[in-house]
């Protein structure tokens, strides 16, 4: 019998098992299905926008700012651990107005922001210039966030991957869980292998998360939104700041000259790979907003589900007497891997929820 079963190897699953290793000598497995293209961890762009997603002071915002901070010590253990860099850097965040409609909502984040964060500043059109070598269009309206950073995704999830591998962490490949059913003392996980008992599980699969727990009838309900996601190169392109418009294009400059586009938004859609439709849609966009773009070459394209309730509030709770659902990040699943790695094994430890996330309870319409 394992202490703690996760289901889901995404950053937020592996960082709340990397966690629990390091606080007691507990037998954890991480079980995944590993479906290619139904991933979000591995195919995010892999902002910190602690500050670009919010315009209003809620436990959200608080813990974002917080897991951001973790990062760059983060960065450097993985490093110890794996040997895998995940590339974190701090080159800010430039946020601009897509319309003429959007000006207004832009200038009210800021000012949230720059009464919090004097770092935060408003830039004209010859500042933009200044700040980014003259390589984005000034449009409509533009902030600087400076404190807001960016990692390699795909790097960090490897990196946690490979540091709960070697701290002896049972990880089921191509494994798919069947069903979860409450036992007098413990939990019997049925999966497409084999029955695992468990004397505390985590779901935390993501878009998928609510389909193992459908007898609770959880609110407020996870769904599934496909972002599709380019990779450009342009040898010439000297940017380092992260661009993102109002309208949810964004453009986070990589190593190598390489530049990732991201990302479309459609809902409920849990199909595998890219479409023309929304591939030109972002390569327009970001050339628009990026002329030399316009002659970039497409390096790679791919797409992830990512998981989304209601006014984009994820979801932190115990259920049932040691069953915890971990969903619903959206965007923010890499940026809050961190913070919910540390609160969550604390819980699971202790039996008692962290006052950080006692906001981010679910509804349930039963008890059982």
Not at 56 to 70: E, I, P
Not at 172 to 195: A, N
Not at 286 to 313: M, V
């Amino acid at each position: 019998m394992y202490d703690v079963v996760i289901i889901g190897s995404g950053v937020i699953g592996m960082s709340i098992a990397r966690t629990l290793s390091d606080k007691d000598s507990l037998s954890i497995a991480v079980i995944d299905r590993d479906v290619p293209g139904l991933h979000a961890s591995y195919k995010a762009g892999g902002m910190l926008g602690a500050q670009n997603e919010f315009v209003q002071d809620t436990a959200l915002y608080q813990l974002a700012l917080r897991s951001r901070d973790y990062f760059k010590s983060l960065s450097q253990d993985l490093y110890k651990e794996t040997n895998i860099n995940i590339d974190y850097q701090e080159h800010g965040l430039i946020k601009m107005a897509a319309s003429e409609d959007d000006i207004e909502c832009l200038k009210a984040q800021y000012h949230f922001l720059n009464q919090r964060d004097r770092s935060v500043t408003t830039l004209s059109e010859n500042s933009l210039k200044d700040l980014c070598n003259d390589s984005i269009d000034f449009n409509h309206h533009a902030i600087y966030i400076p404190n807001d950073g960016q990692i390699n995704a795909s790097k960090y999830t490897k990196a946690l991957l490979k540091s709960i591998n070697n701290k002896g962490i049972d990880r089921l490949y191509h494994t798919e869980v069947k069903s979860l059913k409450r036992l007098k003392d413990c939990y019997k996980v049925q999966t497409s292998h084999s029955i695992l008992l468990a004397k505390k599980v985590v779901v935390a699969g993501g878009a998928w998360s609510n389909d193992l727990l459908e007898n609770y009838q959880i609110e407020p309900k996870v769904t599934g939104v496909k972002g599709v996601v380019l990779l450009l190169e342009h040898e010439h392109l000297n940017l380092k700041q992260t661009l993102f418009m109002t309208n949810g294009c964004y453009i986070v400059p990589k190593r190598g000259n390489r530049f990732l586009v991201g990302a479309t938004s459609y809902v409920d859609d849990y199909s595998v790979g890219t479409s023309t439709e929304g591939e030109q849609w972002l390569f327009n966009k970001a050339a628009a907003y990026i002329p030399l773009l316009n002659s970039s070459n497409i390096i790679h394209k791919w797409s992830g589900i990512r998981p989304y309730t209601d006014h984009e509030w994820p979801i932190m709770d115990e259920i049932d007497n040691g069953l915890f659902l971990v969903t619903g990040h959206y965007r923010n699943g890499i940026l809050l891997s961190p913070i919910i790695g540390k609160l969550m094994a604390e819980w699971i430890v202790n039996d008692q929820p962290p006052s950080l996330i006692k906001d981010f309870k679910a509804k349930r319409s039963v008890h059982l």
